[in-house]
């Protein structure tokens, strides 16, 4: 394997007709990890997979491999492994030829050739449907001669882009543990695009958050589940509540509402100036303070999903395991520590 310690991107740019679909993305991958890029449709992530992958050329900035400048090799000399949503495999050559595809381009010599594509073939248990060819088989089958054919070169590092997005949700999370566990068993460095947060969180080491073409955060799960960068961030894991306001020193004016922000993480903001709250909708707490009528109600077994409105019309999103239901009055409280407050004008175009 062409093993590397770390991977440098350096400002890693990609233009489209004069609009930057990726700006100055700095990323340093140690060997091993597995990085989520996370973000809506069309804030780069694809763009800048392909980057790294060799697929498009760097409008500006570059890429290296320990000391070794990387984009400027073309892609099949970059030893990357390529896993794509669509498959995109051979539909006329059998699992094994699939998978066997690679080491024959790199004249891999018969004997090492059928053993190594055997032992990625047992990987992704498809030892039964070697012979078969790609049509005979379901998605998630297909997906895992995919990630067969990536792996099965020892790629110093793989690329996925939203491998799992054609296949249905409980093959999905099947998929998940089983490409986790493959990356821990062959310790790979993997590369992984998804638009789906809880993907992200729940494979990756560490989580690119993309928006517009520029990062918005670094982090572990933890750290950009718990402490978001921005608003975007915030709204885009899940923190469903973003309520625009005005700070005052301990306090958060909201439509009619002071919340209370002592003990909040809070940013530098000026007194009076504009602000959101940000909280998720199961840290919002039944009983307290403020009045909300319940508007809407889903059930999701154990808790209820509802939309709630105060008096002056603010919406608020709930989460709890009470039965509540359309026309309910409740009274609710934010929590403080859990409360978070952005400046409201926090958007990277506009620093
Ligand atoms: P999705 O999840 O929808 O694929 P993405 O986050 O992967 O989105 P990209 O595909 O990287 O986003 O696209 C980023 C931006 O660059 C978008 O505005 C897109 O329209 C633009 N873009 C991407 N590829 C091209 C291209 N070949 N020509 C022109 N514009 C492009």
Redesign the pocket.
């Known amino acids: 394997m062409t093993g590397f310690e770390t991977l440098r991107l350096d400002g890693v740019t990609r233009r489209?007709?004069g609009?930057d679909?990726?700006t100055g993305l700095d990323l340093e991958i140690r060997r091993g990890e597995f990085i989520a890029l996370l973000?809506?449709?069309?804030?780069?992530?694809?763009?800048?997979l392909n980057c790294l992958a060799g697929l498009l050329p760097l409008s500006a900035g570059s890429i290296w491999r320990d000391g070794t400048r990387l984009d400027t090799l073309p892609a099949e000399r970059r030893g990357f492994g390529m896993v794509f949503q669509n498959y995109a495999l051979f539909p006329h050559l059998s699992v094994q030829k699939n998978v066997s595809f690679g080491l024959r381009m790199r004249g891999v010599p018969r004997a090492e050739l059928r053993r190594r594509t055997q032992a990625a073939i047992r990987l992704v248990h498809l030892e039964e449907h070697a012979t078969k060819l790609p049509g005979q088989l379901s998605g998630g089958q297909q997906q895992r001669v995919a990630i067969a054919r990536a792996v099965v070169i020892e790629p110093s590092l793989v690329l996925m882009d939203?491998p799992l997005s054609n296949l249905d949700a409980k093959l999905r999370l099947e998929m998940r543990t089983e490409i986790r566990k493959l990356h821990q068993d062959l310790g790979l460095t993997t590369v992984y695009?998804t638009?789906d947060q809880e993907e992200a969180l729940s494979m990756a080491d560490r989580l690119v958050v993309?928006r517009s073409?520029r990062v918005q955060q670094i982090g572990t799960p933890e750290e950009v589940h718990t402490r978001p960068a921005n608003r975007h961030v915030a709204d885009f894991l899940g923190f469903r509540n973003l309520l625009p306001g005005f700070f005052e020193k301990d306090t958060i004016n909201i439509k009619g509402l002071g919340v209370r922000t002592a003990g909040s993480p809070v940013r530098t903001i000026r007194d009076g100036a504009p602000a959101v709250a940000a909280i998720r909708p199961e840290d919002i707490t039944l009983g307290g303070g403020v009045e909300v009528t319940v508007e809407v109600a889903e059930y999701h077994g154990r808790e209820i999903a509802a939309e709630a409105r105060t008096a002056d019309g603010l919406t608020l999103h709930l989460r709890t395991p009470q039965r509540l239901a359309p026309g309910d009055k409740v009274a609710v409280t934010f929590p403080p520590e859990k409360l978070l407050i952005f400046p409201a004008d926090d958007l990277p175009s506009e620093e």
């Open positions: 489209f007709a609009a679909a990726l973000g809506p449709s069309g804030c780069g992530k694809s763009t800048a939203e695009v638009h993309l073409g």
